[in-house]
């Protein structure tokens, strides 16, 4: 059971960075389209999580609150346009060594922020269909549709790039 | 046939630098430490209303009426916090400081003014009693006077909220209620009788490291309705962790 009900020390501070710090980047940064935003949307999440001090009732409910700050973090960043909205493939040789991965990478990149996050949830962080759409709170026939339509768009494009 | 498991493996291939995850760590500290020493970016003064703070300041300095004369003002400016219950703190023109202790807002992103200048937010609001008084006039030369304002999914679109001026929005995790900041602008004017109806509270601009600007003036212009026009300036100035509010 983590309680936090008392203002984080630096410890906590690195720990939570430590734990959750690259789950989160890679999530906005998916998102987000480039590490400059990504690293705001990160750092963003985890200033909240420190004037907030939520409690937790165990460390998967932590996970899902940073994921949904940060996850809202991104939309709203991306709703406003205050932030740089270009995908930047370059980023993806500076933070992943998989050079068989760039082009999948990137055409999720390019994808619609919808499908994205329910694409990241589903299939990176392993939430179920109904987990996802609590986290992100739409309706589970939505979520559904999204995975289908992203699906389709990814084998769509992945399919055109890899003829 | 398309194997998505490759997602998972190749955004599992993306790392965080050391060096940024350092940076967050040492910007996340610093936010911290800067927040117990200076008066903290984008602070709330509710704290479920144990500090609600409800300043009277008493207007008794010499003021021009619209014959060029010297009379001493007859209206009481109230600043309160929102949310209050009643704990007041009387002025003249000693400063009346405000504990800033409480709630953070959370989740901005850019400036409510769209200028790129940063602000804090306050819950500071004020409110006129008199006689015979027609409308208020408020003034701030340098901030904002913004209002809070909540908003369903529904309405959160960009196109809603630009127009609007709902620049800041916020939502806790799991509720389908959105908050927002919405820009009321550097000046307003109401009615005496409505002023119930208006809750715009300041926002006063700091230099980034929460420090906040100097000269920040309040001018309050009561109009009464035999046409007389009474002026007072509040000066805004910062204190270790709290501002403060008095007659210039």
Same mark, same amino acid.
């Given at each position: 059971?983590?309680?936090?009900?008392?203002r984080p020390t630096e410890k906590d501070i690195e720990k939570v960075v430590d734990?959750y710090g690259?789950?989160l980047f890679?999530?906005?940064?998916?998102?987000?389209?480039?590490?400059y935003?990504?690293e705001d949307a990160v750092q963003e999440t985890v200033i909240k999580y420190l004037t907030k001090s939520?409690?937790?009732?165990?460390?998967?409910?932590?996970?899902?609150?940073?994921?949904?700050?940060?996850?809202?973090c991104?939309?709203?960043?991306?709703?406003?346009?205050?932030?740089?909205?270009?995908?930047?493939?370059?980023? %993806?040789?500076?933070?992943?060594?998989?050079? $068989?991965?760039?082009?999948?990478?990137?055409?999720?990149?390019?994808?619609?922020?919808?499908?994205?996050?329910?694409?990241? %949830?589903?299939?990176?962080?392993?939430?179920?269909?109904?987990?996802?759409?609590?986290? %992100?709170?739409?309706?589970?026939?939505?979520?559904?549709?999204?995975?289908?339509?992203?699906?389709?768009?990814?084998? $769509?494009?992945?399919?055109?790039?890899?003829? | 046939?398309?194997?998505?498991?490759?997602?998972?493996?190749?955004? @599992?291939?993306?790392?965080m630098s050391t060096t940024m995850k350092n940076r967050i760590i040492e910007n996340s500290i610093k936010a911290r430490k800067e927040k117990a020493v200076h008066l903290s970016l984008k602070r709330?003064?509710?704290?479920?209303?144990?500090?609600?703070?409800?300043?009277?300041?008493?207007?008794?300095?010499?003021?021009? @009426?619209?014959?060029?004369?010297?009379?001493?003002?007859?209206?009481?400016?109230?600043?309160?916090?929102?949310?209050?219950?009643?704990?007041?703190?009387?002025?003249?023109?000693?400063?009346?400081?405000?504990?800033l202790?409480?709630?953070d807002r959370i989740?901005t992103?850019?400036?409510?003014?769209?200028?790129?200048?940063n %602000?804090i937010?306050? @819950?500071?609001?004020?409110?006129?009693?008199?006689?015979?008084?027609?409308?208020?006039?408020?003034?701030?030369?340098?901030?904002?006077?913004?209002?809070?304002?909540?908003?369903?999914?529904?309405?959160?679109?960009? $196109?809603?909220?630009?127009?609007?001026?709902?620049?800041?929005?916020?939502?806790?995790?799991?509720? $389908?209620?959105?908050?927002?900041?919405?820009?009321?602008?550097?000046?307003?004017?109401?009615?005496?009788?409505?002023?119930?109806?208006?809750?715009?509270?300041?926002?006063?601009?700091h230099d980034g490291n929460y420090i906040i600007?100097?000269?920040?003036?309040?001018?309050?212009?009561?109009?009464?309705?035999?046409? @007389?026009?009474?002026?007072?300036?509040?000066?805004?100035?910062q204190?270790s962790d709290?501002?403060?509010?008095?007659?210039?």
């Amino acid at each position: 059971m983590l309680h936090q009900s008392v203002r984080p020390t630096e410890k906590d501070i690195e720990k939570v960075v430590d734990e959750y710090g690259n789950m989160l980047f890679k999530i906005c940064l998916v998102i987000l389209g480039n590490a400059y935003d990504a690293e705001d949307a990160v750092q963003e999440t985890v200033i909240k999580y420190l004037t907030k001090s939520p409690t937790f009732h165990d460390s998967e409910h932590e996970k899902a609150w940073l994921i949904t700050v940060a996850t809202n973090c991104c939309k709203n960043m991306r709703k406003f346009n205050f932030k740089r909205s270009h995908i930047d493939i370059s980023d %993806l040789q500076l933070y992943s060594k998989d050079k $068989e991965s760039y082009g999948l990478l990137e055409i999720l990149m390019k994808l619609p922020d919808k499908y994205k996050s329910v694409l990241l %949830l589903y299939y990176v962080e392993g939430y179920k269909v109904d987990e996802v759409a609590a986290m %992100l709170k739409i309706s589970v026939s939505a979520v559904k549709k999204r995975l289908q339509r992203g699906r389709e768009l990814i084998r $769509e494009r992945y399919g055109k790039e890899n003829v | 046939m398309m194997d998505f498991d490759k997602i998972r493996r190749a955004v @599992n291939s993306i790392e965080m630098s050391t060096t940024m995850k350092n940076r967050i760590i040492e910007n996340s500290i610093k936010a911290r430490k800067e927040k117990a020493v200076h008066l903290s970016l984008k602070r709330k003064i509710s704290v479920a209303c144990v500090f609600t703070i409800l300043l009277s300041i008493i207007v008794g300095i010499p003021i021009v @009426n619209k014959n060029g004369g010297l009379h001493a003002a007859n209206f009481v400016i109230t600043a309160y916090a929102a949310g209050g219950d009643g704990i007041s703190h009387n002025l003249s023109s000693e400063k009346a400081i405000f504990e800033l202790s409480s709630e953070d807002r959370i989740g901005t992103i850019g400036s409510v003014s769209g200028d790129g200048s940063n %602000l804090i937010f306050t @819950n500071v609001m004020l409110n006129i009693t008199g006689e015979n008084i027609e409308s208020i006039t408020y003034n701030i030369n340098k901030g904002k006077f913004v209002e809070d304002v909540t908003f369903t999914e529904k309405e959160n679109n960009r $196109e809603w909220l630009l127009l609007e001026k709902i620049y800041i929005i916020y939502s806790e995790p799991g509720s $389908e209620i959105f908050k927002g900041i919405k820009e009321i602008g550097d000046t307003y004017t109401v009615m005496y009788k409505d002023q119930g109806k208006y809750e715009y509270a300041i926002a006063i601009p700091h230099d980034g490291n929460y420090i906040i600007a100097d000269d920040i003036i309040i001018s309050v212009n009561v109009k009464y309705s035999d046409g @007389n026009i009474e002026k007072q300036d509040i000066a805004v100035s910062q204190e270790s962790d709290s501002i403060s509010l008095k007659l210039k």
